[in-house]
């Protein structure tokens, strides 16, 4: 066993202070997550790679809201919405560490792990936890295994890079929310050739009836397809293009 790792199951991690409010944590995941925002595509390809470069049978999403953890994408793991207390990803949230390792003969008290897709309890769990830029954690990216085992410490690292990767798409989806849901201003993005990637439906709807408006197939690109119609709540816009 990896000594990082080992240290780590050895532990006793029930007397970490955090550094964080639940009601910062909450106000901060409202901002990337309310349940159904989230299509269960917008992360499959991150799930699988880590499952791949884990040599696990199983990977999933779990973001932690007040009474819940949400799975809003897994491969091989059960994706079912369930009560946060003594799920492992709401214990790991807990947690001082980037990189949380639990098996089932060693848990903390009262905590179990999660499923894989045919209802099996895994035997081994490891998890990126994923926080904001504020240090506010929100979820976990995870590996299941059906048995006992400990990542090595290369396997641990890749965890972490994919998590700070799922991190930075719920950023990027965050703010293509915010963009869609602004309807009295036209907001366009382009590349660095200048040529329209995609508009909101501001654009859409201000363009659409102005004579000097280019026509819609000469812009070269579509927008961005509202696959889930929940957004999350409305934050401050970014800078981008914008025409009023």
């Known amino acids: 066993m990896d000594s990082r790792a080992e240290h780590f199951l050895n532990t006793d991690h029930s007397t970490h202070a955090r550094e964080w409010t639940e009601t ?74 980037s990189l949380v390792l639990l098996q089932a003969d060693r848990l903390p008290d009262g905590v179990e792990l999660p499923r894989l897709a045919d209802g099996t309890p895994a035997a081994s769990y490891a998890a990126a936890v994923l926080r904001t830029a504020d240090g506010l954690p929100l979820g976990t990216l995870c590996v299941l295994d059906r048995e006992p085992r400990v990542l090595d410490a290369d396997a641990g690292r890749r965890l972490q890079s994919l998590g700070r990767q799922a991190m930075a798409q719920l950023e990027l989806l965050r703010d293509r929310h915010i963009i869609d849901s602004v309807i009295d201003h036209a907001v366009i ?48 816009i970014p800078s981008t293009a914008a025409a009023p």
Do not use: M
Not at 27 to 36: C, K, M, Q, S
Not at 50 to 70: K, R, S
Not at 202 to 224: D, E, M, Q
């Open 24 to 97: 910062q944590r909450l106000t901060a995941l409202a901002r990337y997550f309310v349940p159904g925002s989230l299509c269960e595509t917008d992360f499959h390809d991150l799930l699988a790679l880590a499952a791949e470069l884990c040599a696990a049978p199983a990977a999933a999403l779990h973001l932690i809201t007040a009474e819940q953890q949400h799975c809003p994408t897994a491969v091989g793991a059960d994706r079912a919405t369930v009560p946060r207390n003594g799920t492992a990803s709401a214990w790991a949230i807990e947690q001082a560490e």
């Open 189 to 236: 993005t382009l590349d660095l050739q200048g040529r329209i990637t995609s508009w909101n439906e501001g654009a859409h709807r201000i363009l659409s009836t102005t004579a000097a408006a280019p026509r819609r197939s000469s812009w070269k690109a579509k927008p961005s397809p509202a696959c889930c119609s929940t957004p999350p709540a409305k934050a401050s």
